[in-house]
């Protein structure tokens, strides 16, 4: 009942997710309904056919010169401004021919200027005289994913601000322009995104088969990684990218297999009064986990993500120099870990080990930790945050030369428990989980302490995040019934900007899913 009523008023606060996500994913299958976001709006002269791309059909959206789609921005302002500074565009499209300059995006929702990116007559892509590359050009008559990577904020200021747009995963055309189209300038997004508009109608006719939006600046890897285009849907799986369980097996529910180094083994230990299989690992062992995550936050690492684990260390721990290092970002570990507990069992790194009165680790108890991650930030003091059983324990401030690509942005693999001069200790896992974003403390108070089943895996309809579509994401949802919001909320399901039908029916259709 306790819980039920802590879920409760937790729903009776909106909250938004700033997280890496997929914001808007459409079709055009017949209609303009979303997969993920809100309905499109067409403006002028176009309609529905059924083509061939890839040797496989396809619904797709025929439109005239002149015609448009109005795309809502659902997403929150980003980059350290009023507006949506950093975001990326994906399309599959055909034009016949290029006539002339050829409108692919407009940011000014009345369309009462220039667009913002065109493919010029030499079937270039850019802006204000930047097509690069002659080798790389779009094609006519030929279907081509075509993706729009804008980032209006630099670590080097703002006179660096950089744009860049691929063609079936290559790289085509950076754009470095001014500060005055920096951030909150000529290329940050408003409510409403154009796509194919210009103000004196340098357009032509084409076809669409797939748009999605994100918002946030994809990474080269994962441009290339989406290809050319095909006739299928794009992807909108996002978030959990690893779950391992440790029930006698090192194979992960998602992802790959973990790695062990060193000496261990299963036993049964028990968690929440219930019987659990857990991995009990020897001091000087460690677990290598490749990750598989692409880079993110504008990096060539992985900059934003979230560890949670289900660990317990004996009372002895501290006898071994007072540190217990509970992960390491070096996967060679030639070097100090990068979050330890301290001898007072505080998380943290460099001396912050936080509040010595907010919530602690507790030896030789079963406790949920999770340490989140955003290397990034307009102010260049990002930021990582630990928590114990759902609480906030710490918040450090990373150093500008602990940002961007730094310290704490993962390599292809990290390590869980490492330390390169053995401030580590015996100890034992039963769940561990990987996400690719940066969770909110409203995502992490859902998940709470640690349970006999291990980490919870988010299901469809799963409001709060515990891995299980009950009362209380019920709960949220009718008690933000109505709301209505800029950016992405919780309770807001099909992030169509609205808490509402929608959302009620996915709780619904998917109810007792996860328990």
Known sequence: ?????????????????????????????????????????????????????????????????????????????????????????IMDVLFPTIPGFTSLL??????????????????????????????????????????????????????????????????????????????????????????FADNDRETAPGWINNLQFRNYPMSDAEVADLGGPTAGDLPVAFGVTGSWNFDNTYDAQVGTAAQLVGAGNFMTDTIGGQSAQVLFFERDSYLRIEHGIAPNGGGSRVNQYSIIMDIKFPSNRTSFNGFTSLFQTNPANTDDGDCFINAANGIGISADYGDPTNVRFTANEWQRIALVVDTTSPLGNATYKSYVNG????????????????????????????????????????????????????????????????????????????????????????????????????????????????????????FGSGC
Not at 154 to 183: C, E, K
């Open 1 to 89: 009942m306790q819980k039920l009523i802590a879920s409760v008023l937790l729903g009776l606060t909106l909250v938004s997710l700033h997280a890496q996500q997929i914001v808007g994913s459409w079709q055009f299958d017949g209609n303009f309904t979303p997969q993920i976001g809100a309905p499109i709006t067409p403006f002028g002269v176009g309609d529905f056919q059924t083509v061939i791309i890839g040797g496989q059909q396809a619904g797709v959206w025929a439109f005239d010169a002149g015609a448009y789609l109005i795309v809502p921005n659902g997403a929150c302002p980003n980059g350290g401004g009023q507006l949506l500074n950093q975001y990326t565009l």
């Open 106 to 195: 407009q940011t000014n929702p009345q369309n009462t200027d220039d667009a913002d990116w065109f493919i010029n007559p030499q079937r270039g892509m850019g802006v204000a005289g930047d097509y690069f590359d002659p080798l790389n050009r779009f094609q006519n008559g030929e279907w081509q994913r075509v993706v729009i990577v804008i980032d209006t904020t630099s670590p080097f200021g703002d006179d660096n601000t950089i744009y860049r747009v691929y063609i079936n995963g290559a790289l085509h055309n950076i754009v470095q322009r001014p500060s005055g189209w920096g951030r909150d300038g000529r290329f940050a997004l408003q409510n409403l995104i154009l796509m």
């Open 391 to 510: 609480v906030l324990q710490n918040q450090v401030q990373i150093p500008q030369n602990w940002g961007l690509d730094g310290r704490f942005a993962l390599q292809n693999a990290f390590l869980v428990f490492a330390d390169n001069n053995n401030e580590v200790a015996s100890g034992f896992i039963n769940s561990l989980q990987l996400r690719d974003y940066v969770m909110s403390d409203a995502e992490l108070a859902a998940l709470g302490a640690p349970t006999a089943a291990g980490i919870p895996i988010p299901v469809e309809g799963d409001v709060n995040r515990d891995g299980c579509v009950d009362d209380a994401d019920l709960l949220q949802v009718l008690f933000n019934f109505g709301v209505s919001n800029p950016c992405i909320a919780l309770e807001d399901l099909n992030r169509d900007g609205t808490v509402d039908d929608a959302d009620l029916l996915l709780v619904l259709f998917n």
